[in-house]
């Protein structure tokens, strides 16, 4: 069964720190991985997509790293702000399993503190 | 910058009435996507929708969910008949390609069943 797994659950930090977040998947046949930011109460909002052949994206101070062979995503979050207390959600699709081929894991509750 | 809206934010019903919870997908957006995310667990996929008709379905929605885009903008779910488990917050999402594309997430509508 494909399956999404994140850790930690929750993690606190302060304000300006770096922090890296986990994926382990087994979702197979892989065809990309996503991490999402989702607010609360709000829905999530893409951050990257990352497909096989991609090692490690950017966006802003947001960076994923993929190693398909060890099936392991990280986020890499820099210097910290406020506004990045939320839920990171990692999402992993099959290769043509359409929408129901999304996996979604639990996410990753983050709290940047002052 | 174009994003899905959902409507109401909040739902209040009594359980064993109808609810229909509205969505207006991006215009140039092809793939319409329903998904639930109960209190404190992870988001579940639905339903995905093209072409006027249902492309794929999850277990969980069975006979008392169904779908409609009744016009050229707006994308619909209906509850016929509410339990108290169907209480989650409902996204609605959309994408310009399949579900390898990146999906644009409404902000939900809470549903809440008395």
């Known amino acids: 069964k494909n399956q999404v797994e994140q850790s930690p659950q929750s993690l606190i930090i302060l304000e300006g720190k770096n922090c890296t977040l986990q994926?382990?998947?087994?979702?197979?046949?892989?065809?990309?991985l996503r991490w999402y930011k989702q607010d609360t109460g709000r829905g999530p909002v893409s951050l990257t997509i990352?497909?096989?052949?991609?090692n490690t994206k950017s966006n802003g101070r947001y960076t994923a790293t993929l190693d398909a062979d060890t099936k392991q995503s990280s986020l890499h979050i820099t210097a910290s702000q406020l506004s990045d207390s939320a839920s990171y959600i990692c999402?992993?699709?099959?290769?043509?399993?359409?929408?129901?081929?999304?996996?979604f894991g639990k996410g990753t509750h983050l709290i940047i503190q002052p | 910058e174009p994003e899905v809206t959902q409507t109401p934010s909040h739902q209040v019903t009594q359980m064993g009435q109808e609810v229909i919870l509205r969505c207006v997908p991006i215009?140039?957006?092809?793939?319409f996507y329903w998904y639930r995310q109960i209190l404190g667990q992870k988001v579940e996929f639905l339903v995905s929708?093209?072409?006027?008709?249902?492309?794929?379905k999850s277990e969980i929605f069975d006979d008392q969910f169904s779908v409609e885009r009744p016009d050229g903008s707006n994308f619909t779910l209906k509850i016929r008949s509410t339990k108290l488990e169907d209480s989650a917050m409902y996204f609605c999402?959309?994408?310009?390609?399949?579900?390898?594309?990146?999906?644009?997430f409404g902000p939900g509508t809470r549903l809440t069943v008395l």
């Open positions: 999402a959309s994408s310009e390609d399949p579900p390898a594309d990146t999906q644009y």
């Open positions: 994926c382990n998947y087994t979702v197979s046949p892989f065809s990309n």
């Open positions: 990352m497909t096989f052949s991609e």
């Open positions: 999402v992993v699709s099959a290769i043509g399993g359409g929408a129901d081929g999304l996996t």
């Open positions: 215009s140039n957006h092809l793939y």
């Open positions: 929708f093209y072409n006027n008709e249902i492309s794929e």
